[in-house]
Every structure is written in structure tokens, then in C-alpha cells.
């Protein structure tokens, strides 16, 4: 199931994590017991992954749409390492092996086929590709602009801006507002710049986000409107389940009203007359 599988992908990217710690790398070097414990739990995800990446290609209604999906070909790259690395282990390729258990951590990615929301996410970037284009061009710009400016600001300050590119990296983490402080402004004039650029970011890189997030909201919405179907009936219906009881109209047509009460008026007439 989609649960288990999910699983298995937090229990291989736990492990992979773990590894990576110099504790628990000197003790995987030392004891054989341990290194032989993460090996196994390793292979049981791996066996357990492939298993299900040909069950899904064996009953696959066409062959050609399975291979056009992103995902299943990320799963294939999330395995494939774990394969080459068995042969490979006592060779000399240690910049080959790190380079393949870099592609380890593409494990994680599975977990974004079982959740509906992380995919949800992954359509509406796709669908925004143009507000992502327009928010590189607005944030690249902004880079070299400012930068260049504060350059020629602060070059005889001694601040650490000696060139274009590490003032364009001031820009770059200034503009992202996380702000480093391993190089800042330290003139007058360089302070006033260094503020409207907090300021502009703010104000440019919301200006995209802002149609991404709508779009966000209204796939948010259309996904629900499934699930919100079949709960009652329309207000339309509803309303013409009130029009009528036992099959007969609550009110009486245009029609009926006028005979009615030329029926009233003629009554009248006759009682006057007599």
C-alpha cells in the first residue's frame, strides 16, 4: 500500500542520514555486526522498491505513459545506485561511489507520489513556470544592479565588497532577506542603498508569489470539489423539491388566479343585481 511504501522510503533515507554521522561511521567501520545490520535493512527497502517498480510496470495499461512519468523514472535512479555499489565496493572509484549514494537521497522523492498535496504542489509550480521565469529575471536583475552599485560604493571602504561578484553575492542574500553578515555595508550612502534593496525585494518578489499562491488555492480548490460532490442536493434542486407536494403545485399558475377571480367578480355582480 501507498502507507507502507512511504514507510520504507523514511526507513532508507533514516539510514542513509545515519551513515553520514562520524559516531555512527566509526562504528559501522569497527563492528562488522553493525555495518552487516545497516547493509540488510538497506537491501530489504531496496528489494522491497524494485519489487514494487515492476508491479507497477507489469500491470501498467500502456507501457509508453509509465515511461513518460517523471516519477517512475526517479524511482528507477532512487535503486539503480544500490546496484552498481555491490560490485564497485572494493574498488578504488570513491569519487564514482559518492557520486552514486548522492543519488540515494531521490529515495524521499517517493514519498510525493503517495500525497496528494505534494503533488498538488508539484502541478501548480509546473503550471507557473512563466511567474518562477519572471521572479528569476526580476531577482536576477536586482543581483547585478545592486551589486554593481554598492560595489563602487563601498570599493574604498575596506568592507569587503572588492569586487562586482561578492557584492552580487551581498545582493543575493540580501535580497533573499537572510542576511549572512559576512560582508555588509558600512557608509552612509551604502546603509540607504542596502535599504531600499530589503525594501524592493520585498515588494518585486511578492508581486510573483502572489499569482502562484492564487493559483495554489484554486487547484487547492477544485481538488476538493470531488470529495464535496453527493453531499446535498443543489440549491436548484432543493428549491424544486419545495415547488410541489403530493405531485400538485403550492401555488396556484397565472391562469387559475385570473379564473378565480373573474369567477369572485361575477358572484359580486349577481349579489348586487339582486
Given at each position: 500500500?501507498?502507507?507502507i511504501?512511504?514507510?520504507?522510503?523514511?526507513?532508507?533515507m533514516?539510514?542513509?542520514?545515519a551513515e553520514?554521522?562520524?559516531n555512527?561511521?566509526?562504528?559501522?567501520?569497527?563492528?562488522?555486526?553493525v555495518r552487516?545490520?545497516?547493509f540488510?535493512?538497506?537491501s530489504?527497502?531496496?528489494?522491497?522498491?524494485?519489487?514494487?517498480?515492476?508491479?507497477?510496470?507489469?500491470v501498467?495499461?500502456?507501457?509508453?505513459?509509465?515511461f513518460?512519468?517523471?516519477?517512475?523514472?526517479?524511482?528507477f535512479?532512487?535503486?539503480?545506485?544500490?546496484?552498481?555499489e555491490?560490485?564497485l565496493?572494493?574498488s578504488?572509484g570513491?569519487t564514482?561511489?559518492?557520486?552514486?549514494?548522492?543519488?540515494?537521497?531521490?529515495?524521499?522523492?517517493?514519498?510525493i507520489?503517495?500525497s496528494?498535496?505534494l503533488?498538488?504542489?508539484?502541478?501548480?509550480?509546473?503550471?507557473?513556470c512563466?511567474?518562477?521565469?519572471l521572479?528569476?529575471?526580476?531577482?536576477?536583475?536586482?543581483?547585478v544592479?545592486?551589486?554593481?552599485?554598492?560595489?563602487?560604493?563601498?570599493?574604498?571602504?575596506?568592507?569587503?565588497?572588492?569586487?562586482?561578484?561578492?557584492?552580487?553575492w551581498?545582493?543575493?542574500v540580501?535580497?533573499?532577506?537572510v542576511?549572512?553578515g559576512?560582508?555588509?555595508?558600512?557608509s552612509?550612502?551604502?546603509?540607504?542603498?542596502?535599504?531600499?534593496?530589503?525594501f524592493?525585494?520585498?515588494?518585486?518578489?511578492?508581486?510573483?508569489?502572489?499569482?502562484?499562491?492564487s493559483?495554489?488555492?484554486?487547484?487547492y480548490?477544485?481538488?476538493?470539489?470531488p470529495?464535496a460532490?453527493?453531499?446535498?442536493?443543489?440549491?436548484a434542486?432543493?428549491?424544486?423539491s419545495?415547488?410541489?407536494i403530493?405531485?400538485?403545485?403550492?401555488?396556484?399558475?397565472?391562469?387559475n388566479?385570473?379564473?378565480?377571480?373573474?369567477?369572485k367578480?361575477?358572484s359580486?355582480?349577481?349579489?348586487?343585481?339582486?
Open positions: 500500500s501507498s502507507g511504501n512511504a514507510e520504507y522510503g523514511v526507513i532508507s533514516t539510514l542513509f542520514i553520514t554521522d562520524p555512527v561511521e566509526q562504528i559501522i567501520d569497527e563492528d562488522d555486526q552487516q545490520i545497516f540488510y535493512m538497506d530489504v527497502c531496496i528489494i522491497f522498491f524494485t519489487i514494487d517498480l515492476l508491479l507497477r510496470l507489469i501498467a495499461p500502456s507501457k509508453n505513459k509509465f513518460k512519468r517523471t516519477l517512475n523514472w526517479l524511482d535512479a532512487a535503486i539503480l545506485p544500490f546496484y552498481i555491490i560490485p565496493k572494493n578504488s570513491i564514482a561511489l559518492r557520486v552514486l549514494r548522492l543519488f540515494r537521497v531521490l529515495r524521499i522523492l517517493k514519498v507520489r503517495h496528494k498535496q503533488i498538488l504542489i508539484l502541478q501548480v509550480l509546473k503550471q507557473s512563466r511567474e518562477l521565469l521572479l528569476v529575471v526580476m531577482w536576477a536583475m536586482g543581483v544592479t545592486f551589486g554593481s552599485i554598492m560595489y563602487y560604493i563601498e570599493e574604498d571602504q575596506e568592507s569587503g565588497f572588492s569586487s562586482i561578484l561578492k557584492a552580487c551581498w545582493a543575493v540580501t535580497m533573499s532577506t542576511g549572512y559576512d560582508i555588509y555595508p558600512t552612509v550612502p551604502g546603509k540607504l542603498v542596502g535599504s531600499v534593496v530589503v524592493l525585494s520585498m515588494v518585486f518578489m511578492a508581486l510573483p508569489m502572489t499569482i502562484i499562491v493559483k495554489f488555492s484554486r487547484a480548490e477544485e481538488m476538493k470539489e470529495s460532490m453527493g453531499a446535498g442536493l443543489p440549491d434542486d432543493m428549491h424544486a419545495q415547488i410541489s403530493n405531485g400538485k403545485p403550492d401555488v396556484e399558475t397565472g391562469g388566479k385570473a379564473a378565480a377571480a373573474d369567477c367578480r361575477n359580486n355582480n349577481n349579489n348586487t343585481a339582486l
